[in-house]
């Protein structure tokens, strides 16, 4: 595949460092679509799928590049799925992780390690332009549980509160090398990438 440049659909710069770090076998200059428009869309969807379909034919659209987008979140089981689709604006304000976080612990307060259980859910679509009929969609899953207190200073998001039960320590805790290995985000991107190999973007 020859190398080329596309956007991605976020304004976070921890997650293009990320997103560059696990999409590098494919030699892409990634950009930001900050730099193409300070505006978001709307994220009416009900599925992760449908969220991440319409942040990357946003990003193609403002930007007239292939684009790449992902809809992340937690799920908690005990608490029906939730934050879910929400995840970004759980606590009110898109985006306030501290608010996020609290909201989280505050909705597990008193509930048992064993109540706990979580994952992580990424949802990643890849466009070759806005209007593309043939969009690449793939999933990344990552399981542990929800921490009583926040651990750990690397990442973003929910990762202080999330145990990584194999690992023996929180997603914040994990150096980026590995978390770009083994995370919800890392498994759908692997996914992604051996579809891309097999498509022409």
Known sequence: MRT????????????????????APLEWQVRLVSEFSREAPEETGATFVENA???????????GLPAIADDSGLEVVVLGG???????????????????????????????????????????????????????????LWSGRILEAPCGNHGFGYDPLFWVPDQGCSSAELDPSVKNRISHRARATQSLLAQLRETEL
């Open 53 to 63: 379909l319409i942040k990357a034919r946003h990003a193609a659209a403002v930007s």
């Open 4 to 23: 080329r440049t596309v956007v991605l659909a976020s304004h976070n710069a921890k997650k293009l460092a990320e997103m560059q770090a696990l999409l």
């Open 82 to 140: 939730a934050p879910g689709v929400h995840s970004a604006r759980y606590g009110g304000a898109h985006g306030d992780d501290d608010a996020n976080n609290r909201k989280l612990l505050q909705a597990l307060e008193g509930r048992s390690e064993h109540e706990r259980g979580a994952r992580f859910v990424c949802a990643m679509a890849c466009l070759r332009h806005a209007g593309d009929p043939v969009p690449v969609i793939a999933l990344g």
